[in-house]
């Protein structure tokens, strides 16, 4: 039989060796901020048409961008929370004509995506000579 000296030492062995359930009192506390919020965001949007030649589309009369090809395109510097942007087309070809839609507007929290570039050819039509002639103004550029 086990007698009462083994049977409390056990018992006490086995309570001490939980730890008592306590808390830790001397664990420091460690609270991770979130992370940033940004604070600039890109410009940009998509280009449909067969373009003849490379377009050049300007932000706020200072970003240049040239565009070779059809598909997305990104303004190569961002723009901070709350400024404006204007973007313009500043070379075509006389044989097509590139409209913008949501040109301009204000940044707001978020990449601008939304901006459509879409370039149509213009007919060209002969003068009987063998000289083609754009029906495009050149005040239209």
Do not use: W
């Not at 839609?101 to 939304?114: C, K, L, P, R, W």
Request: charged share 15%; net charge negative.
């Amino acid at each position: 039989m086990i007698n009462r000296l083994t049977l409390t030492f056990f018992a006490f062995t086995l309570i001490t060796s939980c730890g008592g359930g306590g808390s830790k009192k001397d664990a420091p506390i460690v609270i991770t901020p979130p992370a940033p919020l940004p604070t600039s965001f890109s410009i940009g949007g998509a280009i449909t048409g067969v373009l003849l030649e490379s377009i050049t589309l300007l932000n706020n009369d200072s970003d240049e961008l040239v565009i070779n090809d059809s598909g997305t395109f990104e303004f190569p510097s961002l723009a901070d929370n709350g400024s404006s942007y204007n973007i313009t087309v500043i070379n075509e070809s006389l044989d097509q004509d590139c409209i913008v839609t949501n040109a301009n507007g204000t940044v707001s929290d978020n990449n601008i995506e939304n901006i459509e570039v879409s370039c149509t050819n213009i007919p060209v039509s002969s003068d009987g000579f063998g000289y083609e002639i754009s029906t495009k103004s050149s005040a239209h550029q």
